[in-house]
C-alpha cells in the first residue's frame, strides 16, 4: 500500500525533471524530434500510469480493492477523452464524458457509504434535484459545443446519483436490519 501511494508522486517527478527542457524545442531541431518521437510519448504514458494508480488507490482506500474498478473507470475516460481530442474523433470524446460521469457516481457512491465524503461536498451534490440539473446543463453544454460546460454537468449529475445511490443503499439496508431484528 505504501508503495503504490508514493509510486505516482515518483513517476510524476520524472514527468516534471522530462519537462524542464520543453520550453527550449523551438531552439533545437534535434532536441524537438527528440520530444515528437520518444519523450512526448513516454511523457504521456507516465502521466496515464500516473493518473491510473492514484485513482484506483483512492477508490481502494476509500472502499476496498473491489472498488478500484473505478478508478479504472476514471483513467479509461481521460485517456479516451484523449484520443478524441487527438483524433478529432466524436466517439471517443463522448465515451470520455459518459465514463467521467459513472466515475463520478461511483467515487461519490463509494466516498458517502465509506464516510470519506466531506459534508459540504455531500450537501452541495447530495440533492436529487441535482441529477436533472446536471444533466441539463450537459445538455446545454452540447448544444453551445461547450465542452467544460458538458463535463461539468454530466459529472455533477453523475456525483449526485452516486450520493443519492449510496443513501438509499444505507436505508435498505438499515429497514433489512430491522425487519431482521
Do not use: H
Not at 86 to 94: A, G, S, Y
Amino acid at each position: 500500500m505504501t508503495i503504490a501511494t508514493r509510486l505516482p508522486m515518483v513517476l510524476l517527478g520524472v514527468v516534471i525533471v522530462l519537462l524542464i527542457p520543453a520550453p527550449f524545442t523551438s531552439m533545437s531541431s534535434e532536441l524537438n524530434d527528440l520530444y515528437e518521437d520518444f519523450l512526448g510519448p513516454v511523457i504521456v504514458v507516465v502521466t496515464l500510469a500516473c493518473i491510473l494508480i492514484g485513482s484506483v488507490m483512492g477508490a481502494a482506500v476509500m472502499m476496498g480493492w473491489r472498488a478500484g474498478i473505478i478508478g479504472v473507470v476514471f483513467s479509461g475516460s481521460i485517456t479516451a477523452a484523449g484520443v478524441g481530442a487527438l483524433t478529432d474523433e466524436p466517439i471517443w470524446t463522448n465515451i470520455g464524458i459518459a465514463g467521467f460521469a459513472v466515475s463520478c457516481a461511483g467515487y461519490y457512491f463509494i466516498g458517502e457509504l465509506s464516510g470519506y465524503l466531506p459534508v459540504k461536498t455531500r450537501e452541495a451534490y447530495g440533492g436529487v434535484a441535482m441529477i436533472p440539473g446536471g444533466i441539463i446543463m450537459g445538455v446545454v453544454g452540447i448544444a453551445m459545443g461547450n465542452q467544460t460546460l458538458v463535463l461539468f454537468g454530466f459529472g455533477a449529475a453523475g456525483a449526485a446519483l452516486g450520493v443519492t445511490l449510496a443513501r438509499l443503499w444505507r436505508r435498505r439496508r438499515a429497514r433489512a436490519a430491522v425487519a431482521d431484528a
